[in-house]
């Protein structure tokens, strides 16, 4: 692989080995993309405090989560159709988070499905949940999420309705991707993706095929996933999942400060402050101008994560200093993987611990843990 020196870089990689209707799928935000731009602008709002003459040869990355040690305050959050960027994505990304150290959360919306993944790694993973319509259908995945020993469930609550996305639309993305007319150069460009994707065995919902009445066909399956999405879900249904999931349990997309308490009480254990990556509520806040409030709200009652335009080890830094227990990332290191596979996901974690690294040192501290408000400026 190129030599690639920041997250950008591998950005560039990316757009570079996919077809665009992919790239376009990973890096763009819903309608106008006002919160997509938010997410990464308010890092710039905040400078870091340098300090000097500071002893700091021993420096410590590592943290907690959830009751795991973690090398550095990092989970690889959960994103789907992650194996049409790499073929069997999910498993290559896995391994490479948990080679490095941290977490890895499944999708719901995975090209290979909980047990694919399972099979593939050394030890359990993360698991993130729709509550869609068909509660059985639910169950059944929590069943499978315990079966496969995942301790920690994360339930995504942002999706009442589906943000729009225009690109997508106007690429006419679909599952599993299609060869057209308009496609047909751009796919023939990247004959590697094209062969290992397009010919490979794995390329439509995988936690889905085989596990509903509605058998195999694709077509259906994808109708019947759209169908299922459920814009009733309420606190009840939180309620409800927390009386199944005997482990962790964490609510993500949370925004307000209120929603955070009322979560915390109804039993999770933590919060991910987040607005899906500028993917839904297009003029939502930046995920890091929502923090603070939250941080206060919950005083220490749960642990927050932040995701949400975070591309670098000094982004890290500001969020923990606001308060966050940690950062989750979205498209950093997805850029890694469809850039190059397991090897691009592991040089994407590496860029990020090495700026966290440095950025540590050079502000006069020498722990990931001790950082505070009057860190930044
Ligand atoms: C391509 C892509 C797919 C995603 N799919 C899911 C998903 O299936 N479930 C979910 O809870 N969040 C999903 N997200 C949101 C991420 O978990 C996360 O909130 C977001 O990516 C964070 O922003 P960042 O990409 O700027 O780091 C997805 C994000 C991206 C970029």
Redesign the pocket.
């Known amino acids: 692989m190129q030599l690639a020196l920041t997250i950008n870089d591998l950005r560039t990689l990316a757009r570079r080995r996919i077809p665009r209707e992919i790239f376009d799928?990973?890096d763009r935000g819903s309608y106008d993309e006002v919160t997509l731009a938010a997410?990464r602008s308010a890092f710039d709002r905040y400078a870091l405090r340098q300090r000097v003459l500071v002893d700091v040869s021993h420096r410590d990355l590592a943290s907690q989560m959830l009751g795991e040690s973690v090398s550095l305050p990092l989970a690889f959050?959960?994103?789907?159709?992650t194996g049409l960027f790499h073929a069997d994505g999910e498993i290559h990304a896995c391994r490479a988070a948990h080679k490095a150290g941290v977490p890895y959360c499944l999708?719901?919306?995975s090209i290979c499905s909980i047990e694919d993944v399972r099979a593939a790694v050394e030890r359990p993973f993360w698991f993130?949940l729709?509550i869609m319509r068909d509660r059985g259908f639910v169950a059944s995945l929590v069943e499978r999420a315990k079966v496969a020993g995942c301790p920690v469930l994360?339930v995504?609550v942002d999706l009442a309705a589906h943000g729009q996305r225009h690109h997508d639309l106007r690429n006419g993305l679909s599952v599993p991707p299609r060869l057209t007319v308009s496609n047909l150069f751009g796919m023939l460009a990247r004959p590697v993706w094209m062969a290992k994707i397009l010919l490979g065995k794995r390329k439509t919902f995988g936690n889905f095929t085989g596990h509903m009445n509605i058998g195999t066909d694709v077509g259906a399956i994808s109708h019947w996933i759209n169908s299922q999405f459920d814009s009733s879900l309420s606190w009840k249904d939180l309620e409800w999942l927390r009386s199944i999931w005997p482990g962790k349990l964490v609510v993500?997309?949370i925004m307000d400060a209120e929603d955070a308490r009322q979560a915390v009480a109804l039993g999770a254990d933590a919060v991910v402050v987040?607005n899906?990556?500028?993917?839904q509520l297009d003029g939502a806040p930046a995920s890091l101008d929502a923090l603070p409030a939250i941080v206060e709200k919950l005083q220490g009652s749960a642990s927050v994560f932040l995701?949400?335009?975070?591309r670098s080890g000094q982004d890290i830094v500001k969020a923990l200093a606001l308060g966050a227990d940690g950062c989750?990332?979205?498209?950093?290191l997805?850029y890694g993987l469809a850039a190059d596979g397991e090897k691009g996901v592991t040089r994407a974690i590496d860029i990020v611990r090495g700026e966290l690294d440095t950025t540590l040192a050079l502000m006069g501290r020498t722990s990931a843990r001790a950082l505070d408000r009057s860190m930044l400026i």
């Open positions: 799928y990973i997410n959050g959960p994103t789907g159709l999708s719901t919306a993130q729709y994360v995504a993500k997309g987040s899906h990556g500028g993917r995701d949400g335009g975070v989750w990332l979205g498209r950093a997805l």
